[in-house]
């Protein structure tokens, strides 16, 4: 049936950017659970007005748009703190992207804000050597309290030269009858005859495929000059590459993991690089059962995982969970263009690391935050006490990411009041608080010594003040704005007000002035995904 307009897609759009609550203070999200579908709450203020987020979004469990956040207890910090594993997997956006342009909506479950964000680059500091600079901004939203809060974190980029140490890949290839189908193993053996040209004479590349039960192809081999015997033999084996049975997804990861500890390199980066479709049928196909029996290998030998999905049909939560819980990342490729990106343009962010075991805490100052929500990240969050347990597993990170986190902020209005006060230079009216919002920290294990590192930075109101949609506001911090509300109306949920929410047409409208402050092609298909999005959602 036919609904009037864009009102439905505005419906949806409404939760803006609040579109996950924190959960309870020292509490571990295990993404074995069934994620809660976004928007699963009302988006009214506690006292029905329509005014902010549901009044669950207090870390004290009171009314946001209260003075004071109705605390039973303002001494304690406990809910005020929120962790999570770091995440530069893309995938979600990716599949949403092909998925509207087929004329077709994702699945519901299958949209991770976080990964629509972070699909698109950021103007953060880098550091220098391995670890993180921390970069934290926002805007205002709206006039009743509501802030926008950025936090970025970058690493290094990759050196100029090119200089990294040598890789050892793994490549385990889905050849299950499923990946007949255009655009999924043909896409795959263009992918790898493209890396296998790109790599280094002094690179290893073994191969893995599997249906119904898996084979070792090629052993670890180190590829020597371009053009040699020994690429032409991995081209062979590539293009003979053909789809048949069923899929065995567990044989397949098993034999993978196997082939690499047989084969890994000390002082090289060893890596398995999983190409499915992750339509696992055949043997385990529970992710946390297919990894424990490779545990060892990820432990004892630090062999990370890279999953890179396929296919209109894409066992996404699949490869997700395989991907966190085997601390990798995973992307999604539909058309050569992509595979050139993955492979090719971001080679040493995908297979060299610059942290491993990466976790994030923000500390809110509880005298001047009423409430926050963080966007998405809902299988990646760590309970609090776990920050600095470097047993916990957090994230793998390469070189030259960024990692972007956005917090809707509901400011106290002594907050706003001091530093008013502060600015006039009220030093009586300013004590307290100083307008400080949040500390952000990330933590990560040195990828070499695994010794713990930390990088922290600080935020105050004065620089959430800024309306969001201005020119003034960096054209990133709008990107990443646009890629949340289209997340949002992706993902379902209620349909209650927030302020300042665009219409379909100011989305379009927004994302569109982008273009020419960014000149990103980029930016230009997120254009392209929020005009599809609307004409679908129009015509139902």
């Known amino acids: ?219 670890m081999t180190r590829l020597g000059a371009r053009g040699g015997e020994v690429r032409a033999d991995v081209h062979d084996a590539v293009d003979s590459l053909e789809a048949t049975a069923s899929t065995n997804l567990e044989a397949g990861v098993r034999t993978g993991y196997a082939t690499a500890v047989d084969g890994a390199r000390p002082g090289a980066t060893n890596r398995v690089v999983l190409l499915s479709d992750a339509l696992a049928n055949d043997g385990e196909t529970s992710a946390d059962a297919i990894l424990e029996r490779v545990a060892d290998a990820r432990r004892e030998h630090g062999i990370t995982l890279f999953g890179v999905g396929v296919g209109s049909d894409y066992g996404d939560a699949l490869m997700e969970r395989l991907a966190d819980k085997g601390d990798g990342h995973t992307t999604y490729v539909s058309s050569p263009a992509d595979a050139r990106r993955v492979f090719v343009r ?51 990170i390469g070189p030259g990411h960024t990692v972007t986190a956005l917090y809707a902020v509901k400011l106290r209005e002594n907050a706003e009041n001091a530093e008013d006060a502060k600015d006039a230079g009220d030093v009586q009216g300013a004590e307290g608080t100083g307008g400080r919002v949040a500390t952000a920290t990330v933590r990560w294990l040195d990828p070499e010594s695994r010794a713990p590192r930390e990088a922290s930075g600080t935020i105050t109101a004065s620089a959430l003040a800024r309306p969001l949609w201005s020119t003034e506001t960096p054209p990133r911090l709008r990107v990443a704005a646009v890629a949340a509300y289209l997340a949002r109306a992706l993902s379902g949920g209620a349909a209650a007000s927030w302020p300042d929410e665009p219409s379909p047409e100011q989305l379009v409208a927004r994302v569109e002035a982008l273009t020419a402050a960014t000149e990103d092609s980029d930016v230009r298909a997120l254009v392209e995904a929020v005009r599809e999005a609307a004409a679908l959602r129009n015509a139902e």
């Not at 936090?151 to 050892?168: I, M, S």
């Not at 809110?364 to 597993?393: C, E, M, P, Q, S």
């Open 346 to 396: 971001e080679l040493p962010a995908n297979v060299e690391l610059r942290a491993r075991d990466a976790k994030a805490q923000v500390t809110f100052d509880k005298d001047t935050v009423a409430g926050f929500r963080l966007l998405g990240y809902d299988d990646r969050r760590v309970a609090d006490d776990d920050f600095r347990d470097d047993r916990v597993d957090g994230g793998e």
């Open 1 to 219: 049936m036919r609904r009037g307009g864009g009102t439905l897609l505005a419906a949806l759009l409404a939760g803006g950017l609040l579109l996950t609550g924190c959960g309870p203070a020292g509490t571990s999200s295990d993404s074995s659970q069934k994620r809660a579908p976004y928007g699963g709450q009302g988006f009214t203020g506690g006292n029905g007005s329509g005014k902010g987020p549901a009044a669950s979004v207090a870390p004290d469990g009171g009314d946001p748009d209260s003075t004071d956040g109705g605390s039973p207890d303002r001494d304690s910090d406990a809910d005020y703190r929120s962790t999570f594993a770091l995440d530069v997997d893309t995938a979600s956006y990716g599949y949403a992207r092909r998925t509207l342009a087929e004329g077709r909506l994702p699945d519901p479950a299958s949209v991770r804000p976080e990964e629509f964000v972070n699909s698109f680059r950021q103007a953060y500091p880098r550091p220098a050597g391995n670890g993180f600079s921390v970069t934290m901004d926002g805007a205002r939203t709206g006039d009743d309290g509501w802030r926008l809060m950025r936090v970025g974190l970058a690493t290094a980029q990759a050196p100029a030269n090119g200089e990294r140490p040598p890789a050892a890949l793994t490549f385990v290839v889905d050849v299950s009858g499923s990946m007949d189908e255009p655009g999924r193993l043909d896409l795959v053996k263009q992918s790898l005859a493209t890396l296998t040209d790109e790599l280094r004479p002094d690179d290893s590349i073994a191969l893995v495929t599997f249906s119904d039960e898996a084979r070792t192809v090629l052993p």
